[in-house]
């Protein structure tokens, strides 16, 4: 069964930093690559990195190049993003997804997680 399960969500004050987990178990990890997306209320969701297990590139949004830093673990199966300087436009259910390359496009990922709340505050 393939499964992705974000972690590592909360709380927290502008300026200051989280970092999510995505543990992938059910399929071949070196074969996919990993995004993240997130989803604000009444927002369409958007991708926020993508990392390519095979080869380690990373792709950001504009929107948090210099902030964020996504990173693989590929002997725990696990991907993090690693979120800094936060925003409150950064508030958003935040979502990891295994697909066969990165894509901006969220419809071009197979699996899922069931997502992980991030909560800024001013």
């Known amino acids: 069964e393939v499964q992705l399960v974000e972690s590592g969500g909360g709380l927290v004050q502008a300026g200051g930093s989280l970092r999510l987990s995505c543990a992938a178990s059910?399929?071949?990890?070196?074969?996919?690559?990993i995004g993240w997306f997130r989803q604000a209320p009444g927002k369409e969701r958007e991708g926020v990195s993508c990392?390519?297990?095979?080869?380690?590139?990373?792709y950001y949004a504009d929107s948090v190049k210099g902030r964020f830093t996504i990173s693989s673990d590929n002997a725990k199966n696990t991907v993090y993003l690693q979120m800094n300087s936060l925003k409150p436009e950064d508030t958003a259910v935040y979502y990891c997804?295994?697909?066969?390359?990165?894509?901006?496009?969220?419809?071009?990922?197979?699996?899922w997680g069931q997502g992980t709340q991030v909560t800024v505050s001013s």
């Open positions: 059910g399929f071949t990890f070196d074969d996919y690559a």
């Open positions: 990392i390519s297990s095979s080869d380690g590139s990373t």
């Open positions: 997804a295994a697909g066969s390359s990165c894509h901006v496009w969220a419809h071009e990922y197979d699996y």
